[in-house]
């Protein structure tokens, strides 16, 4: 089994700022992409951003320019900057592990909420 711990959401003001934080531990095998989803209230769950064990990454459009993810192999960390936060951006916020070698495995953490709103 896996555990995805997330940390880091809360509520801030437009234009501010937050990290997200995810530790990831347990039976993890390598290489595997490490993730952040999101589900806003009352809408479907989708793609933020992605980053591989090699630092290869991918970001959702409505993000790109303004969140930056990042991950500590060495701590099985994964990190989300989010800066110029919108209200659109409200949402609980997923993370995700997922390995297609030597079997697959797809987990996810708890999520975490993150409010924007003045």
């Known amino acids: 089994q896996v555990q995805l711990v997330e940390s880091g959401g809360g509520l801030v003001q437009p234009g501010g700022s937050l990290r997200l934080s995810c530790a990831a531990s347990g039976s993890i095998r390598y290489p595997n992409t490490m993730g952040w989803y999101r589900q806003p209230p009352g809408k479907q769950r989708e793609l933020v951003a992605l980053?591989?064990?090699?630092?290869?990454?991918n970001y959702g459009n409505s993000v790109k320019g303004r969140f930056t993810i990042s991950r500590d192999n060495a701590k099985n960390t994964v990190y989300l900057q989010m800066n110029s936060l919108k209200p659109e951006d409200t949402a609980v916020y997923y993370c995700?592990?997922?390995?297609?070698?030597?079997?697959?495995?797809?987990?996810w953490g708890q999520g975490t909420p993150v409010t924007v709103s003045s």
């Open positions: 995700n592990i997922y390995w297609s070698t030597g079997g697959t495995g797809d987990y």
């Open positions: 980053i591989t064990r090699g630092g290869g990454t």
